[in-house]
């Protein structure tokens, strides 16, 4: 057709405008496109069509992402539950489904020590011990009189307080 531009690819030749967006119907013209199983894509309808979608905000993924229970994510939208910091590449866990930074966890739900009052999170190979409704850090399960460490060894409850036999059996 006179004054019209042919359009050539894959050993196919088009007029300008028969080579059209399989999405939107636009011509493709000069614009960047994605074939796709004998279809073309203009760029935005590909990405809208085919890219992978933010579990969080429903955008589509054009590059990077993580993913967190097996669905991805825009690396700014995994953050922490309590805090907002960002947590792709950091140490985290989750309670119903919601990504927390550790420190956030512990201080929300995590157990606190008996002894130094401080969140049990166990993350990161943290022992603890736990005795009816306290619990103590390895480190902070002592003797409440002597200091003696108590781990792996007998104990006797006193009120708030856990002693060693020895202070045990040696009175207040």
């Not at 994605?34 to 890219?51: L, Q, R, S």
């Not at 990504?99 to 993350?123: D, H, M, N, Q």
Request: proline share 7%; charged share 20%.
């Amino acid at each position: 057709m006179p004054g019209s531009r042919k359009l050539e690819y894959g050993g196919q030749t088009w007029h300008e405008h028969c080579f059209l967006c399989s999405g939107c119907e636009q011509p493709l013209g000069s614009r960047s496109f994605v074939p796709d199983k004998g279809a073309h894509y203009c760029v935005p309808c590909y990405e809208n069509k085919f890219a992978p979608r933010c579990a969080r905000c429903s955008k589509t993924l054009t590059q990077g992402g993580v993913t967190y229970r097996d669905q991805p994510w825009h690396r700014e939208c995994l953050v922490c539950t309590g805090c907002q910091t960002p947590l792709a590449g950091q140490q985290f866990t989750s309670r119903d489904d919601d990504p927390y930074c550790v420190a956030c966890f512990g201080e929300l739900f995590a157990p606190k020590c008996s002894s130094c009052k401080r969140p049990i999170t166990g993350l990161g190979g943290g022992k603890y011990v736990s005795f009816e409704d306290r619990h103590w850090h390895h480190s902070c399960f002592s003797c409440a009189r002597c200091s003696t460490s108590l781990v792996g060894q007998g104990f006797v409850p006193d009120g708030d307080q856990v002693l060693c036999q020895g202070c045990s059996q040696a009175g207040p």
